[in-house]
């Protein structure tokens, strides 16, 4: 079964780095642009990253520009989402979004996907 693997979650202090990793697995991100989603409990999924196809365009939310930064290599079949920085509201479920389309769609909406990982979690704790 094609699926996206989210990985490189887990616990870190405020001021802090972690580096989030999305694989498709039997499924190519080559062609279509790839989003990063975060969930905290109780609220809605936000859009929080998201590079097109080629990577020649990225999207941030207001809460992460400046301090997250995410890449795509397409040899190795992934996106990642390097998190700079972090602050305590950071903290939630990640998940990586495969679109159907190859741009960051405007707006951003989860209908759009197609494609989602199972989320990996980021706690950000002093």
């Known amino acids: 079964q094609s699926q996206l693997v989210e990985s490189g979650g887990g616990l870190v202090q405020p001021g802090g780095s972690l580096r989030l990793s999305c694989l498709g697995d039997?499924?190519?991100?080559?062609?279509?642009?790839i989003a990063w989603f975060r969930q905290v409990s109780g609220k809605e999924r936000e859009g929080i990253a998201c590079?097109?196809?080629?990577?020649?365009?990225?999207r941030y939310a207001d809460a992460v520009r400046g301090r997250f930064t995410i890449s795509r290599d397409d040899a190795k079949n992934t996106v990642d989402l390097q998190m700079n920085s972090l602050k305590l509201e950071d903290t939630g479920t990640y998940f990586c979004?495969?679109?159907?389309?190859?741009?960051?769609?405007?707006?951003?909406?989860?209908?759009?996907?197609?494609?989602w990982g199972q989320g990996t979690r980021v706690a950000v704790s002093s």
């Open positions: 979004a495969r679109d159907v389309i190859s741009a960051c769609r405007e707006p951003w909406d989860t209908a759009g996907y197609a494609n």
């Open positions: 039997r499924l190519t991100l080559k062609f279509r642009s």
């Open positions: 590079i097109s196809a080629g990577g020649g365009s990225t």
